[in-house]
Every structure is written in C-alpha cells, then in structure tokens.
C-alpha cells in the first residue's frame, strides 16, 4: 500500500509539473489545521514530505494564519508553535487580517504562476480550492500525507493549455506546407536508393557461420518392404577327359559325376 501511495503522489505531482510548470522546491502553504493533525499524528513534516513528493520542499505560511492560531489560544499551541518555524510569505493582509481559509484562497487566485500546493484539514476549503485550476491540495489521512488527485478543472485547462501551444498562424502554416512540397520532390525512389553510391546494402539474411548446423532427420518409414539376401549355389560343372570317357563305355558303365 505504501508503495502504491508514492505512485499515486509521484503521478499527481508530474501531472502538475508538466502541464504548469511545478518545479522543485515544491512551495508549500500550511494553515494551522494541517499543523494541527501532524502535532497529534506526530509526523515530522520536514522528512516525511519531501520523501512522500520526491524532492525539496519548502514550508511556507502567511501571517493571517499565524494570528488566526494565536487567536485560539492553547488548544492549538502545539499548531502555533510548528506554524511560526516557517517562512512568512506576505499575504497584503498585514493591516486588516483575516482568515486563515480566506488568506490561503486569494494567495491562489493566480496559483499558476505563483505554483503553491496547499495543505489544510479544512474539508470547505478543500473544496472550493478543488475548483480551481492548477491548485494541488493536501491533507492528512490518518499517519499519511495524501496529495490529492487533479481535478476535471485542472485536467480541462491543461488540455486547452497543450493545444494553444500547437496553434500556428497563417504565415506558419504556409511555410510548413511548402517545406514540406520541397521535401517530396527532393526524395529519391526506391530503385535509385539502392545504386545510390554510398549506401550500405543491407545483409538479407544471418550468418551462416553464425547459425548452428541443422541436425539431419533420420525418417523411417515402415511401409518400404525389407529385402531378404537369399544365397544362390552356384552349378559346378566337372570335365572329364576323353580316355576315360572311351574306357567307361567298353566296360557299358554309366558316366556319373558325384
């Protein structure tokens, strides 16, 4: 869940640094309800924020909200005390203060250029900053820091943001079309790419002293009929002389051979 958490804040974040141009430190603005939640949660803001946001931040308040929490008096001492090590950013509020929730909704009013993300437990004030482009919100969740999602207002302004930047003019345009007629004439066909002279052929197919050699199949087929070696006797034909032939017949004796 952790790991998911820092995700969710490492997208919020990017989202608000591409598209308005957040950069680090990451300013942030504290009122004395967010102060007040980390006092009782015992959350060390100074480590744990710029670890859950992956980069410098810089803790800043205004000086309506450090009145505000004095004004309270000790219920919210261990707040005043966290608000007052902060940086003081002036509000225009120094003669007639207000509230704390009012002094932080018109320090956003141009949060564009300005680029504060606000952190507040007041659930109003959530709400109407959630309204306005370009203004990140934080709070607490229990132990957890929770950077808050854009909002469908943030999301739609930075959408008209990224198409006003592609809008060209008519001279633009007219440039960009003939530098671009200027290209097609100039390229060169494929039969005349292949002579052309310092271009390098490319190899049609892998090395074959790179490949390993194919191992023959040996196919055995059942259906070829096995030839037997039969032995042949060979006829031994015997000669016999002719004296012997003349004396066998005086004696009326068959010839046979065995």
Do not use: W
């Not at 037997?228 to 034909?237: L, T």
Request: charged share 25%.
């Amino acid at each position: 869940m952790r790991l998911k958490r820092h995700q969710k804040a490492e997208r919020n974040i990017n989202f608000y640094c591409v598209s308005f141009g957040f950069r680090k430190p990451f300013q942030i603005l504290v009122d004395g309800t967010f102060c007040m939640a980390s006092a009782q949660n015992r959350v060390q803001l100074r480590e744990d924020i710029p670890k859950y946001l992956g980069g410098d931040v810089k803790f800043l308040t205004t000086q309506c909200v450090v009145l505000e929490t004095e004004a309270l008096g000790a219920a919210v001492r261990p707040a005043m005390h966290i608000v007052k090590n902060f940086g003081i950013h002036k509000c225009g509020h120094e003669k007639k203060p207000i509230s704390g929730a009012s002094c932080l909704t018109s320090m956003t009013k141009d949060n564009i250029k300005t680029r504060y993300i606000i952190a507040t437990q007041d659930k109003s004030l959530q709400n109407a900053l959630y309204v306005l482009p370009a203004v990140p919100v934080m709070y607490f969740n229990g132990l957890s820091v929770i950077l808050k999602a854009p909002s469908p207002t943030s999301i739609y302004y930075a959408k008209q943001k990224r198409q006003s930047r592609f809008n060209l003019t008519e001279h633009e345009t007219n440039v960009l079309t003939s530098m671009k007629s200027s290209i097609k004439t100039d390229l060169i066909s494929s039969e005349e790419f292949k002579d052309y002279p310092g271009v390098f052929k490319r190899a049609k197919g892998p090395n074959p002293l790179s490949c390993k050699p194919k191992k023959k199949k040996i196919v055995e087929d059942n259906n070829i009929p096995k030839v037997e070696n039969k032995i042949k006797r060979k006829r031994v034909r015997v000669k016999i002389p002719k004296h012997v032939k003349e004396e066998l017949k005086k004696m009326n004796k068959p010839i046979s051979i065995s």
